[in-house]
């Protein structure tokens, strides 16, 4: 089955620091990507959708490497509330095969502390 | 209502009862998915329903049967289950355009404990 690995941290850091987390994926015909973030014993949210060009929304920017196959996602001026565990998220299609799902990864988990 | 809903929130069950989750998105959505998540472990995508059409059976135990009357609602029936099936089940939808499937909404999730 095609894999998204991330490293699962836990990322502990102070409030205001820069963060950035890492994603790979093995499908190399996979067009879609997301981040997506979930706290403790809620559902997933769609944070971000990552786009070619990379894309920032705030202090949240994603990239997307795909000759690497790796997506990015960077958090500036880290504030409490954004202590969560952030999900790499990819489209695992197969060219024009349909019915193939998106690909969670296991997640990387931040903390962030005053 | 918005979003995606889900049916009971919290269910406690024993191993030989029979019970049923429900999910209903009330965004257009025309994929409707359902996902296990145990403790400390990643989302496991369960089924994948596309126009009321299963197109995903992830090697999921017969004792798990998904329903898809129509592209709104989604259920999950559930019997003889085992304890090692307590979980969070969450349903999610998304729109399929072509071969791609746009980003996943998900429901607050049905918090299973199996006895």
Known sequence: RKEVEQDPGPFNVPEGATVAFNCTYSNSASQSFFWYRQDCRKEPKLLMSVYSSGNEDGRFTAQLNRASQYISLLIRDSKLSDSATYLCVVNGGEGNQAGTALIFGKGTTLSVSS | ?115
């Open chain 2, 1 to 115: 209502e918005t979003g995606v809903t889900q049916t009971p929130r919290h269910l406690v069950m024993g191993m030989t009862n029979k019970k049923s989750l429900k999910c209903e998105q009330h965004l257009g959505h025309n994929a409707m998915y359902w996902y296990k998540q145990s403790a400390k472990k990643p989302l496991e995508l369960m089924f994948v329903y596309n126009f009321k059409e299963q197109t995903e059976n992830n090697s999921v135990p017969s004792r798990f049967s998904p329903e898809c009357p129509n592209s709104s609602h989604l259920f999950l029936h559930l019997h003889t289950l085992q304890p090692e099936d307590s979980a969070l089940y969450l349903c999610a939808s998304s729109h399929l355009v072509g071969s791609s499937y746009n980003e996943q909404f998900f429901g607050p999730g049905t918090r299973l404990t199996v006895l």
